[in-house]
């Protein structure tokens, strides 16, 4: 995929019964009003019933991570969020932010030794609780999460 791709939803469109692409300033202002139309909308197609609160959270906690951490509270930087619902498969949400990226697997735990202390970072080890899949794509700058 070329560099500046819009991030991809992965679902054909044969059984796609939402599919949503939005562009945020990263301004953590911002999170609130694009969660609540995405969850807005999963409510009004019926999409992932029963999950709604799961999915909110790791949405709420990718967009964070991606402005806070990938733009650096950046207002000037965009954030790409891809939604995409399908019966069978569930709900896809790509989030790309425009960061260096980083290595998931050099985040600490936030359930083991002073940690448990941290006022931060729980970002990820929630994502991962709260859905059923989740990927890194692109250096760490774009996440993929799945809810069956």
Do not use: W
Not at 122 to 128: D, K
């Amino acid at each position: 995929m070329p560099q500046n791709a819009r991030p991809s939803c992965e679902f054909d469109s044969q059984s796609l019964l939402l599919k949503l692409d939005v562009t945020i300033e990263a301004d953590v202002e911002a999170i609130t009003p694009v969660v609540e139309r995405v969850m807005q909308l999963a409510a009004e197609i019926k999409c992932a019933e029963g999950k709604h609160f799961e999915i909110e959270t790791a949405l709420r906690e990718a967009l964070a991570n991606a402005i806070v951490h990938g733009a650096r509270n950046d207002p000037s930087k965009q954030i790409e969020l891809c939604v995409a619902c399908d019966v069978e498969r569930g709900m896809l949400i790509v989030v790309r932010d425009p960061g260096p990226g980083f290595d998931p697997s050099n985040i600490p735990s936030p359930v083991f030794g002073e940690n448990v202390y941290s006022a931060h970072g729980r970002g990820i080890f929630l994502i991962n609780q709260l859905m059923d899949e989740v990927k890194y794509e692109r250096n760490g700058t774009e996440i993929h999460m799945r809810k069956h």
